[in-house]
Structures are given as structure tokens and as C-alpha cells.
């Protein structure tokens, strides 16, 4: 018996590529029953005998990105224009429309339309118009296998050969299909990957890019000229190929559907009146494809793109991730808050304008979960030219906020002062630890030029009559007295202060900042005066850290990520470790209090850089600290509360010897104070817990 239907699977076989082929003319005069008698069944390969890619179909599908509220969209990334959907959510002309324009007898086959393959090789071996006797089952069958992104190319390209051989596969695997497969099923799984031009994969791409509108309410019109389109899309596209042929193809469909008994011939006579009523559209692509209302959105949209290619869930190399990302049809919920991140990007632009050369890059981080909530910078994330030859401004794809590609960051002067009075409390040195800090301090590390005392390091206070004195780090911090913490950092080694940093998620993006790091630390005094390059978003993390009492988190730009069919594919959530005992950090905030104008737990605050941030906040408890650099080349604040953290550097990304000045030190305090206000403005009060006694006076409670 086994060996009876094999002989009828080769004979059957023979006869198709005789007709496919036109080996024997004789053949095509044969009735189509003929062929059945012969058991055309047997032809089918078994289901389970099928590329994977068939039974488990591998289309590539757009991924979207959105806001931290799941709804407002950031953008999208693919390399095929395409998003599927359930054929409910199709419209029934849509779907009517395509059986009748690619075939008609679709629910009558079972995979193959002999009919239509016997018809097709007779005309063509007559000389006449060339016709094709694919069934939408076959067509999808190739579709799949031309689009299957894990097939090499060469693999691909075969699918569309003009062989008998590649014809007798599709009607092989065909049947196998059909024979496991409802008829719905294959209809919205074609429909899903069939190409409509314009770059628009599938007809839920194709209905937003011709008419702006979701597949279910397309009109019998609409869903004609698309289900004309799928023969030649790429000449009778109308926005871009042959209008007239477009329309010729949309009466082709109309009278079709006449023919076939599912729309009216009153029906199909105005469809055909109609006039081409496009309303095309094109779905945003990568991060130069933010909307353009939002186009500082980009750099947070760039952030998300380091963060997914550093994620070996989604692929084991960067460019696999990525073609995850650009095929995956993920649905990935951001951390980005659109009322955060506008209001932070309107203080930035109060401080400076698009058009203007310096830059407030701010970043705004969660505390104990490092979700990132803002990245904002005056300049527009775009690729467009700048005039005049401008590098980075108005527009610029540098991450000027979170670092990374050509962006080492910038220097935040004695915000990193933070660092070291951490690692002197780490070291039993208390908040009350004192001593009488003169102007000038000649240190013990040899260097040369214009800060060199007979060839050591001699760092000053830059207002002696305001920072000189005895000082404990309450008003040490508070006053910024760069010989207090200079004198700390002699006590307890600079190698302990930058270990600090990089504990907290400060990154040596610059060569020269990494070799000091990694072979120089013990000799780097100056690391305390924050020389070295940093960027608001590690700025922003690690202050943080500190707010959540020395829980450092990874910097994380998601929420919640979905596959295709909506089942969560990220789990992970923030990654987070105690990098500091709890009293430490609490310490650290209690003297922090002291340059943004609040009050230590003990009443020990006296002056601060920048006192009108706590009168911006009123009664919220605030902390934070200010920073200069050399000449005030730079100008940085970052503020913190247990709920929050804020940063924000005024530079010059292109010029580093461009003096930002003293004075505009002062707007970017009261610009991220606004930013708080405006981001806790729903939030309860929360409060800073007081170090024990021991941290604070160095006694015992």
C-alpha cells in the first residue's frame, strides 16, 4: 500500500512539472480530474515535514516605542514597514477584495487551483498575455520564505525563481498548509505579509501609509486599489509609481467582486467614480523619526537604543540585537515622563536657546529604581545641516545628555566633592570631622604648570573671604571650600574617592580620565575638584544613589517590554545593589542639605552656593550641590530628594575653552529646582532620615 501511494506521489509529481514546465504539451489537454485520480494529495508534503518558518510564521514586525504611560508614542523601529494584526481587525471588504483580485476560487481549493494552473500554462505555451496560477496559499507560501529573516540570501532569492522546481515546493508545501490550516487562517496570515508598495509590509502598514487609518475601517474604494496593488507594487504604487494603473487595477478588483457575488454592481460603479482620495502617511522610524513636536525626545530615544544593544536577552551580538529591535514587533514601554521631560527641556531653553553654541544637557533619575525619567537638551535631534557650518547646534545626533559615541562628557567641577566626603565617612571620619582651611593648600602631589606650588599641587578657595576658616564637612559641603575637601582627600587617599565614584556609576569615558583611574589614582588630588569628564545622567544616578540611602541602580530607560503576541519578553526590572551602608548615605545627605539653603537634621548648616533652591521648594526637604570648573568653563547643579534626582551641566560640547561663566550658574540652580517643583508636584512630602550620632559627631548614641 506504502509503496502503491509512492508511486502515485511520483507520477503525480511528474505529470504537474510536465504542465509547469511544458515538457508534454499533451499533458495540459488533460482534464483536471485526471490529475486528481492520480491522487494530487499525495504530492503534499506533510505538515510537520515543513520549514519551521510555515508552521511558525518569522514575519518581521515593526517595534514601537512609547512614553512611561504605555499610549504616547516615541517612535518605531524596522527594517520592514509591517505590524500585524487579527483578520477582525480587517476590514470584510478588505478582505473579499484580495481573494478577488488574487484569487477567486479560494475557498473552493484546497492549496491549488489546477483549473488555474492548466488554464495559465496553456495560454503562456500559446503565446498569449503571460498569466501566473499562484493561489493566495501558494503566494504566501513564497512570501514567507522570500521574507524569512533568518534564510541567508541566497536562500531568499531562490524562493522567487522561475523553476519547476521552486513551483512544485510552493504546491507541495501548499497543500500541506491547507490541509492543516483553516482558510481564515492563511487569509490573515497572507494578508500580513503581503507587500502593497511604498515600503508598507502587511495591510495594516499599507492602510496608515495610503490612507492614514487602521485596516477595519478602510471603504470598498480603499480596499480595492489596495488589493490591486499586491501584482506589481512596486510600479503601480500610487504616491510614488503609475496613478493610472493603480486606478486601472482598482476597477480590475471592483469588477471582480461583482463577479464574485460579494458587492453590488451599483456598489462597484461608484467605488469606480470615486476620485484617488490618498491621505499618505509615514510611520516614524528610529529615533531621527520622533515626531518633530518632540524632537528632543531623540536623545532619550538614542539612551534607549545604547541600553538595548548592552541587553544579551535579545540577541548575542549588537547586530542581532538589533535585528531583533527592527523585526521583533515589540511593544516596549519607556521610562520617559512627557511632563517631566518637556518641563526640563523648557529650563534648559531658558538658560539657552537652540540657536545658541552652549548647551544644558539635564537629566532627571529615579532613586532606587534608576529608572530615567527626562533627558533634555537645547538642540533638536535631527540630522538636518546646521547652518554655517555649526556642529552641534540647533541640530545634532551627539548624546550630548547621556554620553556615549564622540560625547565624553563634561567637567562638573566640586559636585564630585560628594565622592569624597562618602569615602571619609566611610573611613570613621564624621560629619564634625574639622579644620582650619586656608586659602591656598600646597598638597603632596607633584605636578606641574600654572596650579603648581614648586612643583606640587596648590589648589585655592575661589572666595577666601567666604570659605576660609574652620570648617566640618556641614560647611565645608555648603560653602564648597575646595582645601577642606582637598585636605580630606590627603587623610583618606584619592584612590578611595575615585573608587567611590565609580562605585556610584561614574564612567571614564575620556582616555586620559581611564589611565588615571586605572594606574594613577593613589596621585589624582584634583579627581576631588571634579576634573575629570562626567555627564548629567551618571551625575544624576549617582546623586541617587545617595538619596536612596546607597542603593545604587543601573540606569534603566524601560518599564515593561512586550513581544508581538503581547506576552512580557523583559522581567529584569531595575538592577539595583547597596553600594553604601544606609547611615553612610544618610550622612552624606545631611551636610548635602547645607549649598541648596535647607537644614541639616542637627541645625549645623551656615551658607550655601545655591540657597534659593530650597526657597524655590518651600517646605520640601532638598539636597544637592553645586560645581564650577577651571575659569568656569562649566557650571554644574544636581539637587535630590528621597524621590528624586536632578542634574543639568552648562558647556560648550564643542569647545571646552568656551567660558560658560560664573553667572549662569544661578539660572541653571533655579531651572532644575523648577523642574522638581514641577515633578513632585502630586507626590507627597517625603523626608530625610537623620544619621545616627556616631556619623554625625563621631560619638556614641
Not at 482534464?31 to 491522487?39: C, I, S
Not at 560625547?407 to 566626603?421: E, L, N, V
Request: hydrophobic share 40%; glycine share 8%.
Amino acid at each position: 500500500m506504502a509503496r502503491s501511494r509512492s508511486q502515485v506521489a511520483k507520477l503525480s509529481i511528474l505529470l504537474l512539472a510536465g504542465i509547469l514546465a511544458g515538457v508534454a504539451l499533451g499533458v495540459a489537454a488533460l482534464p483536471t480530474g485526471v490529475l486528481v485520480g492520480f491522487g494530487l494529495g499525495a504530492v503534499s508534503a506533510d505538515y510537520d515535514e515543513l520549514p519551521r518558518e510555515l508552521s511558525i510564521p518569522p514575519t518581521a514586525q515593526r517595534s514601537y516605542l512609547y512614553a512611561n504611560d504605555g499610549k504616547t508614542l516615541i517612535t518605531s523601529f524596522y527594517a520592514e514597514n509591517r505590524h500585524d494584526v487579527p483578520l477582525a481587525e480587517v476590514a470584510p471588504l478588505m478582505r473579499q477584495a484580495v481573494v478577488a483580485a488574487e484569487d477567486s476560487r479560494f475557498y473552493r481549493h484546497s492549496g491549488v487551483d489546477l483549473r488555474s494552473v492548466v488554464r495559465a500554462f496553456v495560454a503562456n505555451q500559446s503565446g498569449g498575455e503571460v498569466q501566473g496560477a499562484s493561489t493566495l496559499t501558494m503566494q504566501y507560501v513564497r512570501n514567507v520564505l522570500k521574507n524569512d529573516p533568518n534564510r541567508t540570501e541566497e536562500q531568499r532569492a531562490a524562493a522567487t525563481e522561475m523553476t519547476t522546481g521552486r513551483k512544485l515546493q510552493e504546491i507541495r508545501y501548499a497543500l500541506a498548509l491547507e490541509k492543516e490550516l483553516a482558510k481564515d487562517e492563511i487569509l490573515s496570515r497572507y494578508l500580513n505579509i503581503a507587500y502593497f508598495g511604498a515600503g508598507a509590509y502587511g495591510v495594516a502598514a499599507a492602510s496608515q501609509r495610503y490612507f492614514s487609518k487602521p485596516a477595519a475601517q478602510l471603504t470598498l474604494a480603499e480596499a480595492a486599489l489596495l488589493a490591486g496593488l499586491v501584482r506589481s507594487p512596486h510600479t503601480d504604487d500610487p504616491i510614488d509609481g503609475d496613478v493610472a494603473a493603480a486606478l486601472g487595477r482598482r476597477s480590475y478588483v471592483l469588477d471582480q467582486m461583482v463577479e464574485m457575488g460579494v458587492v453590488s454592481a451599483a456598489d462597484a460603479a461608484r467605488a469606480k467614480a470615486e476620485k484617488l482620495a490618498l491621505r499618505p502617511s509615514i510611520e516614524p522610524n528610529d529615533c531621527t523619526g520622533v515626531p518633530q513636536e518632540y524632537a528632543d525626545w531623540g536623545f532619550f530615544c538614542d539612551y534607549f537604543q545604547q541600553w538595548w544593544n548592552d541587553q544579551p536577552a535579545f540577541g548575542e551580538t549588537v547586530e542581532a540585537r538589533q535585528q531583533a529591535l527592527r523585526r521583533g514587533g515589540y511593544s516596549i514601554t519607556t521610562s520617559l515622563d512627557p511632563g517631566i521631560q518637556a518641563r526640563a527641556l523648557k529650563e534648559a531653553l531658558e538658560v539657552y536657546d537652540y540657536s545658541n553654541e552652549r548647551a544644558l544637557p539635564t537629566a532627571v533619575v529615579q532613586p532606587g529604581t534608576g529608572r530615567v525619567l527626562a533627558l533634555a537638551v537645547n538642540r533638536h535631534y535631527s540630522l538636518d545641516e546646521n547652518p554655517d557650518g555649526q556642529e552641534n547646534y540647533p541640530n545634532t545626533v551627539n548624546q550630548l545628555v547621556a554620553g556615549g559615541g564622540d560625547i565624553d562628557g563634561y567637567q562638573a567641577g566640586s559636585t564630585f566633592k560628594m565622592f569624597t566626603m562618602l569615602a571619609a565617612l566611610e573611613s570613621d571620619l564624621p560629619l564634625s570631622t574639622g579644620y582650619d582651611s586656608p586659602t591656598k593648600l600646597v598638597t603632596k602631589w607633584p605636578v606641574s604648570g600654572p596650579n603648581s606650588c614648586k612643583g606640587y599641587w596648590c589648589p585655592s578657595n575661589a572666595k577666601p573671604e567666604w570659605m576660609d576658616g574652620y570648617r566640618t564637612m556641614w560647611t565645608g559641603f555648603g560653602r564648597s571650600v575646595n582645601t577642606y575637601f582637598v585636605h580630606l582627600t590627603e587623610r583618606i587617599g584619592a584612590d578611595a574617592v575615585v573608587e567611590m565614584a565609580e562605585r556610584l556609576g561614574i564612567t571614564f569615558r575620556a582616555e586620559d580620565d581611564a589611565e588615571l583611574a586605572r594606574n594613577g589614582a593613589r596621585t589624582w588630588g584634583p579627581f576631588t575638584l571634579g576634573v575629570s569628564a562626567t555627564t548629567p545622567l551618571d551625575l544624576a544616578n549617582a546623586y541617587a544613589t545617595v538619596a536612596a540611602e546607597g542603593r545604587y541602580c543601573q540606569p534603566l530607560p524601560v518599564v515593561s517590554i512586550r513581544d508581538s503576541a503581547g506576552r512580557p519578553v523583559y522581567a529584569g526590572g531595575p538592577i539595583c545593589r547597596q553600594v553604601l551602608h544606609p547611615d553612610v548615605a544618610r550622612a552624606a545627605t545631611d551636610a548635602a542639605r547645607c549649598p541648596v539653603g535647607d537644614q541639616s537634621a542637627f541645625g549645623r548648616c551656615n551658607g550655601g552656593t545655591a540657597t534659593q533652591v530650597h526657597t524655590i521648594l518651600k517646605e520640601r526637604p532638598i539636597a544637592g550641590k553645586t560645581g564650577s570648573s577651571d575659569n568656569y568653563a562649566t557650571e554644574t547643579v544636581v539637587i535630590y530628594t528621597p524621590q528624586l534626582a536632578v542634574a543639568a551641566i552648562a558647556a560648550n560640547p564643542d569647545d571646552p575653552h568656551d567660558l560658560v561663566d560664573s553667572k549662569v550658574q544661578a539660572k541653571v540652580a533655579e531651572g532644575v529646582a523648577r523642574i522638581m517643583v514641577d515633578a513632585l508636584r502630586d507626590e507627597p512630602r517625603a523626608e530625610f532620615v537623620p544619621p545616627p550620632l556616631d556619623l554625625a559627631f563621631g560619638i556614641d548614641e
